[in-house]
């Protein structure tokens, strides 16, 4: 994996357990960068957000895990604000308006989407040093598209289910195997079936390191995907049979 050293803002998406936290530990270690988990959620407003990056060192990765989260948590808490303020207005608008304002400017201040905005276009390009961000997001489509833009995240890695090229990534780094005569085996069943990097990893983890262990954990690993080929199967018989239900009560 190549990475262009830069201001650059990363996009990982992907379901839960494809590794995009793996890979953000794969590019602290391959960098030898300082990492940084940053949670918007419990950062009290766009100031602090500011004093947090400024404490940030120029060579770093700073990961924002989950930013769909805090999106949809800003829009509920646009939506019951807005609809407190109107529901203070109809009682009194005159006292409640003055009320609705000094709360805003006190104790319910948190950071906005225009000053995550801010914080990943102008004030980051603006930094010196080589300074890296990466965000996580299970939905790339729920994400507002002026978040996500090339300007502001330059690069849109998508990570999905393990193929046999990942799989022999995999077997090289925990059982240290260059080939197998079960490879075969595993490289057809990853074709008729789909899981995450997770589940394969944790069939090839082992305490010790020995030939009967190996062959234990492949055939594990084969079993596995047989069954995740069957349930695939079973899924798409099942979904057939609702379907062509359907169909037949229209046809009434």
């Given amino acids: 994996m190549h990475l262009p050293i830069s201001n650059n803002g990363y996009l990982l998406y992907g379901l839960p357990g494809m590794g995009k936290s793996t890979m953000i530990a794969a590019m602290e270690n391959m960098l ?9 959620m419990v950062v009290g407003d766009n100031t602090e957000l500011r004093k947090l990056l400024m404490q940030i060192s120029s060579k770093s990765i700073t990961m924002i895990e989950d930013i769909n989260f805090f999106i949809d948590l800003m829009g509920q808490r646009k939506k019951m604000k807005k609809n407190k303020a109107a529901e203070e207005e109809e009682k009194d608008p005159i006292k409640d308006k ?19 905005l801010n914080f990943i276009g102008g004030l980051w390009s603006a930094s010196e040093g080589e300074r890296l961000i990466v965000f996580t997001t299970n939905y790339m489509e729920k994400l507002d598209p002026t978040l996500i833009w090339r300007g502001r995240m330059d690069k849109h890695i998508e990570l999905s289910y393990c193929n046999f090229e990942s799989f022999k990534v995999q077997a090289k780094n925990y059982l240290e ?8 085996t595993i490289e057809r069943l990853l074709r008729e079936s789909r899981v995450t990097p997770v589940d394969v990893v944790e069939h090839l983890m082992r305490k010790n390191i020995s030939v009967a262990n190996t062959k234990t954990n492949l055939k594990s690993l084969g079993q596995a995907l047989e069954m995740a080929k069957e349930e695939a199967m079973l899924k798409v018989k099942e979904e057939g049979k609702e379907k062509e239900s359907s169909t037949r009560k229209e046809d009434r």
């Fill in 98 to 116: 003055a009320k609705v304002g000094d709360s805003d400017e006190g104790k319910t201040s948190k950071v906005t989407f225009s000053g995550l």
């Fill in 32 to 40: 030898l960068y300082d990492i940084y988990d940053l949670e918007l």
């Fill in 177 to 184: 195997l260059d080939s197998h005569h079960l490879f075969n």
